[in-house]
Structures are given as C-alpha cells and as structure tokens.
C-alpha cells in the first residue's frame, strides 16, 4: 500500500480554480519532483497535502486512513514534514533551540533528548558548529539546512520540500541540493517542487509536470527529459533546458 494518496484533490480560491482532479501516490523510497511554469499548482498542491490551505475537494490518505478526519492535526504534520521556500525558523532562537522547540511541543520529548536528537541532525546536513547561531547570523543556504535539519527531528516518514532552493543565492543552492541528494540515497521519501531540472533529473524517481492545476505528465526521468509525450510538457522544457542545462 502507498504511504500517501491523493485522491482527485481540488482547490479554488474564490472563483479561481488552481487544482483540477489531482490523483497520485506516493510509496515508500519515493523521490517525486513536481515541475512547472510559475502559477501551475505546484506549491498550492504541497500546501493541500499539509493542510496549510483546506483542499476545495477530494481526499488525502495516509497509511490508508484520511488524513484530515482520522489522524490528528500534529501527528500528521509531524509524519508528512514540510521545508518551505522562505526557511520559516524562529528569529528568535539559535539553530539548536528551532531544531528543539516542535520535539518538545509535538512530540513531548524531554529536553535533553530533543538536543541529542537535534545535534544530530545538524550534523548531518553540516551545521552543528552553528548551532548556537541565530537565524540573522547565517546565510540563506545555512538556514535552509536548519531547517531541513528542523524537519527531520519530528522523525517525518515524507518530507515534503516547497522550491527549497528559489530564495537562495546561485552559489548557496549547491550546498541544499547535496544535502536532498544524501537524504535520496539514504532511502528518505520526498515530494520536491522545484525548478532544478538537473537536480529533478539526476535523483528523482519520478516527475510530475503540472500545467494550469492538472498533472500533465507523471513519468521516470530517463522519459520525461528524452522523450515527453504532451506538446505542453515538450515546451516547457525546450524552454528551461536552454536555461539550465
């Protein structure tokens, strides 16, 4: 069975309607890259699978049960865990105590338990020498791995990543994207949106191309950047790999 699926979600604001019909899977040891135009539903759908915006219609299951009526809000979150675009740490707080705070408060882990667990993972994506760092004192590529680092402390089984790397300086995107390749290899599910196609292409399992609020292309890799069947998809990239690759 799947560890997450969606069910013919849609979401409308107001008259705007900005997903129509989505229906996927996700299984275990998935690496799924969404890709698409600016505007195409890419970061709505992310925000749908986390309850951040209500979904209009359809349904989200996980494990088999739905997510929005038979899991709790904060067991939920803590298990489908989320890193966003613009970093979301508390100014605030050192490294360590953003990586503490949601252990203590979610998982109701002592103190010294959350740090162990914390430091741990900051070692991991390379920034327990800046644990005692705040926020103002690091660079955006720093931050992001905290809170990449923050994430993984509630122990998620899928993290779900909203364009990790679009605020982030050129020379700053390298660091973050390595840190998303271990946690690949590694065997960690992910649901990735994002416009770096080498990166889509080199770890991905699979790709999910969306275009005005619909999956327009769901396929692997290897078929996807050599041979994409729909004229929108074969735009899109004739258009970003002139770009990037």
Avoid at 33 to 54: D, P, Q, V
Avoid at 140 to 162: H, S
Avoid at 199 to 209: E, M, T
Wanted: neutral net charge.
């Amino acid at each position: 069975m799947p560890i997450l699926e969606i069910k013919h979600l849609e979401k409308s604001f107001g008259d705007h309607q900005v997903l129509k019909d989505i229906s996927f899977d996700v299984s275990k040891g998935d690496v799924t890259c969404i890709i698409g135009s600016s505007g195409s539903g890419k970061s709505t759908l992310l925000r749908c699978i986390n309850f951040l915006e209500e979904p209009t219609s359809g349904t989200i299951l996980y494990h088999g049960k739905n997510a929005a009526t038979e899991w709790k809000k904060t067991e939920y979150n803590s298990k489908v865990g989320m890193v966003f675009q613009s970093f979301n740490l508390f100014g605030n707080m050192t490294a360590l105590q953003n990586c503490v705070v949601g252990q203590q408060k979610v998982l109701s882990r002592n103190k010294a338990d959350a740090e162990k667990q914390a430091l741990r993972f900051l070692e991991k994506v390379g920034m327990a020498e800046y644990r005692n760092a705040r926020p103002a004192q690091l660079s955006g590529g720093q931050k992001q791995r905290v809170a990449i680092a923050r994430a993984l402390c509630m122990d998620p089984e899928i993290l779900l990543f909203d364009e990790p790397t679009s605020a982030l300086d050129p020379e700053m995107v390298g660091e973050v994207l390595n840190v998303m390749k271990d946690l690949a290899a590694a065997g960690m599910t992910m649901l990735i949106v994002t416009h770096e196609m080498s990166f889509a292409r080199d770890v991905a399992s699979r790709i999910l191309f969306m275009d005005g609020g619909v999956i327009v292309e769901d396929e692997s890799p290897a078929v996807l950047f050599t041979a994409p069947k729909q004229p929108r998809t074969q735009e899109f990239l004739r258009r970003v790999l002139e770009r990037q690759l």
